[in-house]
Nanobody
Framework: QVQLVESGGGLVQPGGSLRLSCAAS????????MGWDRQAPGKQRELVAA???????NYADSVKGRFTISRDGAKNTVYLQMSSLKPEDTAVYYC?????????????WGQGTQVTVSS
């Protein structure tokens, strides 16, 4: 079994910062891409940022220059540093990871963490 556990969400004022973390645990042989998605009320889930095992990154246009994704391979953890937060960043943030337990890769999802940007 593989589990992704997120932390770091909360309430922040516009212009503030938050750091999300997501740790993978369980039967892990290898992790390929990791990333973050978000879903705001009444909207579809969208990709926010992703990072490959080699460190290549990509971001949604709406967060470029404000969010930074990183990962710690030794800890099987992915981070999302969010700065200059806007009310439109309010959403439930979900991490995902493509994990192999030895045979093939499967995408796993975290349970989600709420980020609310409001004054």
């Amino acid at each position: 079994q593989v589990q992704l556990v997120e932390s770091g969400g909360g309430l922040v004022q516009p212009g503030g910062s938050l750091r999300l973390s997501c740790a993978a645990s369980g039967s892990i042989f290898s992790i390929a891409a990791m990333g973050w998605d978000r879903q705001a009320p009444g909207k579809q889930r969208e990709l926010v940022a992703a990072i490959t095992s080699g460190g290549s990154t990509n971001y949604a246009d709406s967060v470029k220059g404000r969010f930074t994704i990183s990962r710690d391979g030794a800890k099987n953890t992915v981070y999302l540093q969010m700065s200059s937060l806007k009310p439109e960043d309010t959403a439930v943030y979900y991490c995902h990871a493509d994990i192999s337990s030895g045979y093939y890769y499967k995408r796993y999802w975290g349970q989600g963490t709420q980020v609310t940007v409001s004054s």
